[in-house]
């Protein structure tokens, strides 16, 4: 049907868009992780060594690596409660670099060289039906008591405190569902990639996550996965740019920052009532 | 051996003190990161390099330069990433200046290649022996430069009329504002003297180890944010003894741990700091 | 007859500062309480030790014969008292009955899972939420802005917001902060008619102000803070008349 070259970046538009929402959902509740990528590399290792070394099956290997990203998660996220804003970004960072560190050394898992040969079971379908799932779920967040809470907390702490949300139980929950999130796709991405090393995982790959949110903005949720899909497709876009490639792409974040710095997708950019407002302006200038 | 070692941890902390200062004098006045500071680091060492390679200009002349060209490349950041973001957000600069690390980073590779250069130092290797500690000429001059610039710093901050004013503007933005201090100078100022200190560590280590590579600006960037929480985000001795600190943990887990974990020990102790006492162990500036 | 509210003891210190010193105070179901003093007197300082956003220094706090002294802010909004702010503190980007839905958090309990899966328990309760949000926005006439942001209202409207937002919360006991700072003649004495009409839903109601007007006229009982210690108490017109208070007020006008 489609060649294999399309269906593999559709593939990792997909991976990307479920990492852009992992991080995106720890964002909702007010914290700022910058290591994302470790519980991504956490997920994936966890699959992979459980496929390869003891033969389980896919569901099962990827539904551990999820759990193994979710519980590093917790363990982060509970100490680093009190952090905020740059603290926590900083204190997210220093995780990323010492795990990666850590695992170069363990020998068990590979080293430095990571962790061959890994089946390849992901397909698009997987990729496609798990992304639903969670579009489907952060649709459904929008008016629920779970989303007020997020982002009852995300506003101010002590107010949503006041009004009955336990935002230690709250952030910790936010903080660990998208360790998890981000482990299951680390697990996707070993299954597809059949190759992961510690470099895969390492800080520019956290920093690649973030990118996805702020390009696309934190506003709503199809922010992030439209920032991950135009981040994914760029590389690919751009390819005649050879070596200047990443040129662009640093100043493409400055431009950003400076244009519009919330992202590209505001709440109101799929709302009728938005856009009809503009036409309705410009329809009257232009009467005589 | 652990004299040498003292020496060597003192030599590579005094570098690293002088890329902290950088980190903390901008965290001081605008409570903000700037991500670029490793690759001024690392583009004050490759101006150095150019100037002596080049214009065959002594290693003198190659550090001013250095100094000069890193000062206006700070100034030049502060224009484009934080004067028109800082007020936005405290998010929008971060990520301003983590994409100009990125650019930045990637125009070295361009221009320079990505492998190690060697850097030509006209300085004889001469050893000195003071006691049981064994010194090179070429860690006299570094430790000299180091230390002469954190003195001159030091003074510079507390007794001049432009120090006042940037602790002014440290303390509060606005109330300095209101006292006629002319903020957004002082702010542009403020980083192209850090800038200046950290194009010239960029240097220094660049002497101490013989090589400089488009890619060392990247972990001395990460390894300064672990120095100033370690020593206080905002505050100046904090910079310099946490600097200074680090220079010896780093050259002793060398010697007594497989060197991969070196980098890790940084950013474990930091880690640690983070959770056990957040406002560093000389306290942060509050702002 | 024990109160509803019960305040023995209590102090604050900050560093050296003791910003509450043995306090001691009870608020007697269905009232209104009034608490006033000079500016740094303590007053939200209190607030903040009562709704649990602060830890006491000493002393001991009582609620329905329950002892809150080191509860968590949040378990005390869940065991019935509320609180606004002096100095309003919305959730800005929330939509107006959003942030009063946000009141409705320990009314119900739905999660991740039913969140997802949309159980008809879940849709049920978030409508039942929904519409204690829509009818205490009605009480406070806010109902037409109901979709717009918090941020964007008036300064009166943010008022009624943040009260409509505590009362979500089903609360016994309300705490209101200066409720009627740079509000004209007009309004406050809307605001009177409101805090009465939510006394008479059965609320109890402790209320920081300046404006001496309202406090005549609708408290029942007064308290009189200075320098973080209680220098007077009783009926309106007894408080105003004591020397103690007025001199504590000398130079300030009512």
């Not at chain 1, 493409?252 to 309705?280: A, C, N, P, Q, Y």
């Not at chain 3, 899972?113 to 849709?123: D, G, M, N, Q, Y």
């Not at chain 3, 406050?188 to 406090?215: A, P, Q």
Request: contains cysteine; glycine residues 10%; positive net charge.
């Amino acid at each position: 049907m489609i060649d294999a070259y399309t269906s593999q970046v559709l593939t990792f538009i997909g991976i990307n868009s479920i990492l852009a929402l992992s991080l995106y959902i720890t964002a909702l509740a007010g914290q700022l992780s910058v290591g994302h990528a470790a519980f991504m590399g956490i997920g994936a290792y966890t699959s992979a060594l459980l496929m390869t070394r003891l033969g389980w099956p896919f569901f099962l290997t990827t539904a551990c690596g999820a759990l193994m990203g979710g519980v590093f998660g917790f363990c982060i996220g509970l100490p680093t409660l009190r952090l905020k804003d740059l603290y926590l970004a900083i204190a997210t960072l220093a995780f990323n670099i010492i795990w990666v560190v850590m695992l170069m050394n363990i020998e068990a898992f590979g080293g430095a060289l990571g962790i061959f040969n890994v089946p390849k079971v992901t397909n698009n379908w997987t990729v496609y039906i798990s992304l639903g799932i969670l579009l489907l779920f952060f649709h459904r967040m929008q008016d629920s008591r779970l989303g007020r809470a997020f982002r009852s907390i995300q506003e101010d702490e002590p107010a949503a405190r006041a009004m009955g949300v336990n935002a230690v139980y709250y952030k910790v929950y936010a903080f660990t569902l998208g360790a998890f999130l981000a482990g299951y796709a680390g697990a996707l991405y070993a299954h597809f990639v059949t190759f992961i090393s510690p470099h895969d995982f390492e800080v520019d790959r956290s920093i690649e996550i973030l990118l996805f949110v702020v390009l696309g903005g934190a506003q709503t949720f199809i922010g992030p996965v439209i920032g991950a899909v135009l981040l994914t497709l760029a590389p690919e876009v751009l390819r005649f740019l050879a070596e200047y490639r990443l040129l662009v792409y640093g100043l493409m974040f400055v431009v950003i920052m400076l244009l519009r710095h919330e992202g590209l997708i505001e709440e109101d950019t799929f709302s009728w009532k938005r856009w009809s407002r503009t036409f309705r302006r410009e329809g009257r200038a232009g009467a005589p | 051996m652990l004299a040498q070692q003292l020496v060597n941890g003192l030599t590579l902390g005094s570098t690293y003190a002088l890329v902290a200062l950088g980190f903390t004098l901008v965290f001081g006045i605008l409570g903000m990161i700037n991500f670029a500071h490793g690759e001024i680091f690392m583009l004050g060492a490759y101006i150095a390099l150019l100037l002596v390679t080049m214009g065959g200009f002594s290693i003198f002349w190659a550090l001013i330069g250095g100094m000069v060209g890193a000062a206006l490349l700070g100034m030049i950041i502060e224009r484009v990433s934080f004067r028109p973001l800082r007020n936005v957000s405290i998010l929008a600069p971060l990520i301003s200046t983590i994409g100009l690390s990125i650019f930045l980073r990637s125009l070295a590779q361009i221009i320079f290649g990505a492998e190690s250069t060697r850097f030509p130092v006209s300085i004889k290797t001469e050893f000195f022996q003071l006691g049981p500690f064994q010194i090179s000429l070429l860690q006299i001059v570094i430790l000299a430069i180091s230390f002469g610039l954190m003195a001159i710093f030091q003074a510079f901050i507390k007794k001049t009329k432009i120090g006042k004013a940037m602790r002014a503007t440290s303390e509060s933005l606005y109330t300095a504002g209101l006292l006629g201090i002319p903020v957004d100078r002082i702010i542009l100022l403020s980083f192209a003297v850090a800038s200046a200190l950290g194009g010239v560590a960029g240097i220094l280590l660049g002497l101490n180890f013989n090589a400089i590579s488009p890619l060392m600006g990247k972990m001395v960037g990460l390894k300064g944010l672990t120095i100033i929480i370690l020593g206080g985000m905002g505050n100046i001795t904090g910079a310099m003894v946490g600097g200074l600190f680090l220079g010896f943990v780093e050259v002793l887990s060398v010697g007594y741990l497989t060197s991969s974990y070196r980098d890790a020990v940084a950013f474990a102790l930091m880690f640690l700091v983070l959770l056990i006492r957040p406002t560093g162990l000389f306290g942060r500036v509050v702002r | 007859m024990p109160a509803l509210l019960e305040i023995l003891q209590v102090t604050k210190v900050f560093g050296g500062l003791k910003a509450l010193d043995q306090v001691s105070l009870g608020v007697d179901e269905g009232k209104i309480f009034g608490l006033i003093g000079p500016n740094g007197a303590g007053k939200t300082t209190l607030f903040n030790l009562i709704s649990g956003a602060l830890p006491v220094s000493s002393g001991r706090m009582f609620f329905k014969k329950e002892e809150i002294s080191r509860l968590p802010d949040y378990r005390i909004c869940r065991m019935g008292i509320a609180r606004t702010y002096q100095n309003i503190r919305l959730f800005g980007k929330m939509t107006v009955l959003e942030n009063v839905m946000v009141g409705q958090h320990s009314r119900t309990q739905a999660g991740l899972c039913s969140t997802l899966l949309r159980l008809p328990a879940e849709r049920a309760e978030n409508a039942r939420a929904r519409q204690t949000a829509e009818e205490w926005l009605e009480f406070f006439h806010l109902t037409a802005k109901k979709g717009d942001k918090a941020s964007s209202l008036a300064y009166g409207e943010e008022r009624r917001l943040e009260m409509a937002r505590a009362l979500s919360t089903e609360p016994s006991l309300l705490l209101l902060d200066e409720p009627s700072a740079g509000m004209n003649l007009q309004e406050v004495r809307d605001l009177n008619e409101l805090i009465l009409k939510v006394r008479s839903r059965g609320k109890t109601i402790l209320i920081i102000e300046h404006n001496m007007r309202l406090i005549m006229d609708i408290c029942d009982h007064i308290a009189v803070l200075d320098f973080g210690q209680k220098i007077a108490e009783g009926p309106p017109a007894e408080v105003r008349a004591d020397s103690r208070v007025i001199e504590a007020y000398l130079g300030k006008e009512a």
